[in-house]
């Protein structure tokens, strides 16, 4: 097995080009999923836990006489916590310690509610309250991460969401999975869905309210419109496949919704001076996500490239994930040639990546150039897998370049703010003229006499100037 | 004229079923404006500026030869400012004033940079950094409102975008403006497109880089995508007709937007102690809008009731908007009679409104009951309209019932953050033992071989444990 990510330089005549083409990716809509979405999510809403049972015994062959025998409970928690090794019980607590942690500074620093006063006793101010209720939706089968569910559940723990509801479909081994799930290949023979016990034993360390064996379009159909034993959430977050995402985008409006995310990314911004073998293992480490997972290197040292290049020849054949990690490499990776730092740093500016590793050994150089990117990683040290599991901030982060508008998952996305207004007497005179003279501007004469009303004497209403 | 909103009591047994059809609004997306978008915003993407002409020509009768013969300059923005009566004037820079202090509080307060270090010198943090540049659509004809204009610009440039680029149609009379623009009615005579110079004039003083007058899809299209004239922006904010709404949910994604906006709301709590002429005109204000506007009233004393239905039979003829104001309050509107102010605030948390008045002689002793609105206006002096032009606050807020999961336009809306990860040499051992066990655990090696390697002595790579 090879895996040679396209070499390229900025030099080449031809580099905007062949560079454009390799950062190509399509988000195209398969428009027979989005039907089979859309009525899906009509069934749910008209027939309520009739729909989700037959949707979950059709594509997870999981049959149930009632949604509420689907409900998982606190004991079936920390029955799975308690049987897990303890290596993996105390690592799960520390990364939630940690994460716990960040998203408790992540509050202080820009969640808290605020209010001023002028002069004359108006307040002014902004409350920032929790969500009441949240839904996560945890995929089954390959992609099911119990760090995924703790990226999740922490911050809206941290924001002070009082519920938080967990979906996560046990597919039977067998069954058809098309509704929305990966899972479910293999003899069909089991009586159960299969459950990831490290995922709820997640859900034990990371505090999740309730949780239902559903996944799918059915699962978000449920937690957007409520039905008789599934409650009614006001924001869905958390990963799911192509239907997951179909459903998420239809729901949004009814409820608040987390980004879609489109295929992993890593740029690596590199020196030289970072052991080659960790660069090249990091590399690997978002092209073992996926296929379509993107790992590109920027580096003015073209001796160093060459010695990555060698480090990946040498450690691919050890990787359990060979596969996967060379398709990825040889479809979208990518190792490039930059005439120094700084042009490094403009072109990842342009790329807006999820994950940006600044491999240098003077990160705080550069920091300052990057502008756009999910998650900065500073220093040889930080691999970005550390930021994955445990080092506290989100790993939930804008994909295919929307970090140059949108952020990680925080504790701001299971929050709201409402604005604060208490005009004072003497404000609603001052306050009271200029709206006024504005809303009489717009032809807005009832928004003008609302004001003039306040005022201690009321002038003649104007008739529309325009 | 007569306005009678429906008088409902929350002792009625079918109370619930009637509010809830008084409350019901469902924004059905018509499939042919869809579809109609979807091959401009493809038209556009494809022949850029050509396909921006043909467009503008078509929908709005602008002919221009090129794109840059419809862009407007800051001397534009200029003459239109000083040509203004001084009271106009000086109450668009007494509002814009306001309205940035506030803003400027909200990013100090929650809008700033942050870090801290672990004991072993682990950085943790997050970078909040202005978007690069924004554009604002500013509609023409019927709701061109120049306060509009100053609360998207405003908080974009308090969070430090650098570049804010205006569109906004500027429909000949008689043209045909079904491209998505609201106005373009009367005899077809004019040489040029009517511009509002309210708009311009608060361009001048909002702060806008450039502007074109363009509308509709196209013109969302043009600042998503780019053309030769047009710069491609980051996000896109600002209201629009049913063209605009579309094209903005399509392309976000490639862009950011802001929310999708329902009919406005206002829901009034009184205890009675407020003028009934003041509360009536404050439901005048929101009627006044359009006459899907809702204006609801809740308020534990009949006789209160009995005397703002007097108030808007005295005053409702003295209004030019009377036809709209009584359509919007006979249609949409509600006075209704609770036991008590405790469960008139159970209600208004029930419908998570986006204006709310809580017009009581105690504000403070409801409004810690208040969970959900978008703003929340504070005794009987602070009138919905004071916020909707001068007192600070945004007036972008959360519509129908969106309240419960999401917030008013902020300065928030035009940054975005970064994490920051600087894990030590030593804080990597102890990251790294954690990461690694949970990387396993999820069946990612070379997630778990990141972070060993980064350990001083490295142990054997552990099979799949799964």
Known sequence: MNAQPLRLSTAQPDF?????????WSSETDHAIEQRVADILADVQKRGDAAVLAYTARFDGLQAASVSELELTQADFKAAFDALPVAQREALQA???????????????????????????????????????????????????????????????????????????????????????????GAATATRGERNELVLAAAYVAGVTRAFTIGGAQAVAALAYGTATVPKVDKITGPGNAYVASAKKRVFGTVGIDMIAGPSEILVLADGST???????????????????????????????????AAIDRLLPTMPRAAIIAKSLNDRGALILTRDMDE????????????????????????????????????????????????????????????????????YDFQKRSSLIEVSERGAQTLGTVAAELAYGEGLQAHARAAELRLPTIPPMRGTPR
């Open 344 to 411: 490094a740093c403009a072109i990842s500016n342009r790329i807006a990546p999820e994950h940006l590793e600044v491999s240098s050994a003077e990160p705080h150089r550069w920091e300052p150039l990057l502008k756009h990117a999910g998650a900065i990683f500073l220093g040889a040290y930080t691999s970005e897998s550390l930021g994955d599991y445990c080092a506290g901030p989100n790993h939930v982060l804008p994909t295919s370049g929307t970090a140059r508008f949108s952020s990680p998952l925080g504790v």
């Open 16 to 24: 905007e080009a062949r560079f454009a083409q390799r950062l190509h």
């Open 95 to 185: 990364a939630t310690a940690r994460v716990r942690r960040y998203h408790e500074a992540q509050k202080k620093a820009n969640g808290e509610s605020w209010s001023y006063r002028d002069e004359d006793g108006t307040l002014l101010g902004q409350k920032v309250t929790p969500l009441d209720r949240v839904g996560i939706y945890v995929p089954g089968g390959k992609a099911a991460y119990p760090s995924s569910l703790i990226m999740n559940a922490v911050p809206a723990h941290v924001a002070g969401v009082p519920e938080i509801v967990m979906v996560v479909p046990t597919p039977v081994r067998g069954s058809v999975a098309t509704g929305g799930v990966e899972g479910g290949n």
């Open 275 to 309: 052991p080659a073998d960790w660069v090249a293992m990091d590399l690997f480490s978002q092209a073992e996500h996926d296929e379509l997972a993107q790992s590109i290197l920027l580096c003015p040292d073209a001796a160093y490239i060459d010695a990555v290049q």
